[in-house]
């Protein structure tokens, strides 16, 4: 399967709604051509809500003083890869806020002892990092690595995340890539001082990396940030965001986040039935779950077990989709990587 061309006048205009219908059709055909209705399960444990950056944008910036903090424990770590296999999900996603507190070397003991007595798939989602802890995670048996890039308008991101550089950004992902994990990248949508050019700017930019993942959601707008007053991104331009890269991306896995969740009720389901194969419940437990608070309502939601296994669950009954228990590795990180013996992998 060829993925189309795109003019950026077609992008403008599908992102404005000319041809909804066809969009969301042609998404969920994508997706149904590669994935059939197979879903992949990904439990997300967020285990520090420690953070020493200042994004504007987040909840957990270190200069929100009114965030209770907390760590997980080891004990508490492993109880949630246990959850996890418990109910069949193959995949956890250790995710935090970047809390020098857990030493590299540590964290590469945890993905290792993870690994050997569990062999689930473990993706990383722990920032902006060096090579060497990179390389060092990697050893130990890391598989994957979330770091979204938010934006491709340089001068914004400088604004939006003071003392952070893009580039630095975009060559950890070009480290990663070296470093043959399973890359995913994203962008938020609707970010204060961004329109539709450039969203369609990074909608080209972030199919021309050839992701393993994309993880996209609405910018939402948090109480606590310099960003309170700022309008929320649009849920259906989210979606749109969302079926295009879909189609301009077939082979990529792409959750349906549980930001578009927050936007408006039942999102998260649309954004399966438009062509999203992946779905993320958090295995945080429940004594520090709603601390997590990146922007309003993550893992809390319109009522307390919507971001929960069972929630998931129900979800993709009725929708009509499938809970796989299959690892997930992206297609396309099965063509890349030509040591593997494709025959081997679970796709
Ligand atoms: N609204 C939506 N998404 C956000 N993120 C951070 N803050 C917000 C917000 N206010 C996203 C960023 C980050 C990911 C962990 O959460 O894209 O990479
Ligand atoms: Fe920290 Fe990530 Fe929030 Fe930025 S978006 S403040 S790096 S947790």
Redesign the pocket.
């Known amino acids: 399967m060829t993925a189309p061309r795109f003019s950026p006048d077609d992008l403008k205009a599908l992102l404005s709604g000319k041809d909804d219908d066809w969009l969301f059709r042609e998404s969920d055909r994508v997706r149904r051509a590669v994935f059939g209705n197979e879903v992949y399960i990904r439990g997300i444990i967020e285990f520090t809500n420690h953070c020493r950056q200042n ?1 504007l ?3 957990l910036r270190r200069e929100n003083r009114q965030v209770t903090r907390y760590r997980l424990s080891r004990g508490e770590i492993f109880q949630a890869v246990e959850t996890a296999v418990l109910n069949n999900i193959p995949t956890i996603v250790l ?1 935090g806020g970047e809390d020098p507190y857990f030493a590299a070397e540590w964290i590469a003991e945890l993905i290792a002892e993870i690994k050997t007595r569990y062999g689930v798939a473990i993706t990383l ?1 722990l920032g902006e990092r060096n090579q060497s802890v990179l390389k060092r995670w990697r050893a130990a048996g890391a598989d994957r690595y979330l ?2 890039i ?1 934006t491709w308008n340089k001068a914004n991101y400088r604004l939006l995340r003071p003392q952070r550089i893009w580039e630095t950004r975009r060559r950890c992902l070009e480290m990663l890539r070296e470093l043959d994990y399973e890359v995913g990248s ?3 949508v609707g970010l204060p001082g961004e329109n539709l050019e450039s969203l369609v700017t990074a909608i080209e930019h972030l199919s021309a990396l050839n992701l393993d993942m994309i ?1 996209v ?6 109480p606590q ?1 310099p ?1 309170r007053d700022q309008p929320n ?1 649009e849920m259906q331009l989210s979606l749109r965001t969302l079926a295009l890269l879909r189609i301009m991306n077939p082979f990529a896995n792409m959750p349906a986040t549980s ?1 578009m969740e927050c936007t408006e009720r039942g999102a998260r389901r649309k954004a399966l039935e438009i062509g999203m194969n992946v779905l993320m419940p958090s295995l945080t437990p429940e004594r520090v779950k709603n601390l997590y608070n ?2 309003p309502g993550k893992n809390a939601g319109w009522d307390d077990t919507e971001h929960s296994i069972e929630a998931a669950r129900t979800m993709l009954e009725d929708a009509g989709l499938q809970w796989s228990t299959a690892k997930g590795i992206s297609p396309n990180y099965l063509k890349r990587i030509p040591k593997y013996n494709h025959t081997q992998i679970e796709v």
């Open positions: 994004c944008y987040c909840g995710q989602s770091l979204r938010e994203g962008i938020m993880g959601g609405p910018f939402i707008a948090h940030t960003l991104g930001a990146i922007y």
